[in-house]
């Protein structure tokens, strides 16, 4: 049992984490090897921060696998990170599937090879009556895309009169994006000592708790992710308020 799990406090759990996992070429350079040496030891931190979100009952996970910019890579590096998803998804579906959680993906997915699209594809359709907590792929995925694209939906749908103007609020805003079911992102984590968004989810983390860390992805620990909660657990949500507005609404 982890000393640091038993110090969360089952009430005030984010309802959603998003992670931004980085630093895996760093820790194969690092070991002389090839920066795709690191992505294959990247599975196990993403193992572990599934296993951790689903032993407290987070309800959401959203990682950022690919990013739209992502695909600039050398083409070699960029392949070797497709084939090590569809491998990784045909190894973990039944895992997935067991711990009772929902698959979804976030992203311009025209631009992934069939073949990933199909393994993905059959992975929400098994997945789709789970209810335990949901699992967000963001992938091929960049966040000022997703807001274009959800203004051109929008234009759209006033210009064919199916929206009035005066109706565009935020809820509707968040309508038109990816993440239109998912609740705003509550935490945040980055690995790798970075302290940037690069592209990801910047309008659902208007009021995140951000946490950069050191570590690189590929050390990535259930109890690192433990530590993560409890930090964010001794944070005041003040959403603009005073203190002294969110202590007196308490009681
Ligand atoms: C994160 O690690 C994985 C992806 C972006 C796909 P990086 O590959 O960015 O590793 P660093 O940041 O170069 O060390
Ligand atoms: C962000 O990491 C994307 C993912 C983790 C999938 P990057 O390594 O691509 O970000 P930058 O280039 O350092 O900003
Ligand atoms: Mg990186």
Redesign the pocket.
């Known amino acids: 049992m982890s000393l640091i799990k038993e110090k969360i406090d089952p009430e005030k759990l984010p309802k959603h984490v998003a992670i931004?996992?980085?630093g895996n070429?760093r820790w194969a350079k690092s070991r002389g090897e090839e920066r795709t040496f690191g992505h294959k030891n990247a599975l196990h931190a993403v193992r572990n921060a599934i296993n951790a979100c689903n032993e407290v009952d987070i309800p959401y996970l959203t990682l950022?696998?690919?990013?739209s910019?992502?695909w600039k890579r050398p083409s070699d590096e960029v392949s070797t990170l497709m084939s090590l998803l569809t491998e990784t998804l045909v190894e973990e579906t039944e895992s997935i599937f067991s711990k009772g959680l929902r698959l979804h993906v976030i992203g311009n997915l025209d631009r992934l090879a069939p073949i990933v699209k199909e393994q993905l594809q059959h992975v929400m359709d098994l997945t789709k009556d789970n209810t335990r907590g949901n699992l967000v792929l963001?992938i091929s995925y960049g966040s000022q895309d997703e807001i274009i694209n959800a203004v051109k939906n929008i234009s759209n749908d006033v210009k064919n009169g199916n929206l009035e103007i005066e109706n565009i609020n935020e809820q509707l805003f968040e309508s038109y994006l990816y993440t239109k079911n998912f609740p705003p992102v509550d935490l945040l984590i980055r690995t790798?000592g970075?302290t940037?968004i690069?592209n990801?989810l910047l309008w659902q983390i208007a009021y995140a708790e951000l946490q950069f860390l050191d570590i690189l992805w590929p050390d990535f620990t259930k109890d690192i992710f433990f530590q993560c909660i409890v930090n964010y657990q001794s944070k005041e949500r003040r959403y603009g308020l005073t203190g002294d507005q969110i202590t007196s609404s308490k009681f």
Not at 64 to 67: H, I, L
């Open positions: 931004i996992m980085d070429g950022y696998t690919f990013s910019e992502n963001a790798s970075e940037r690069s990801f």
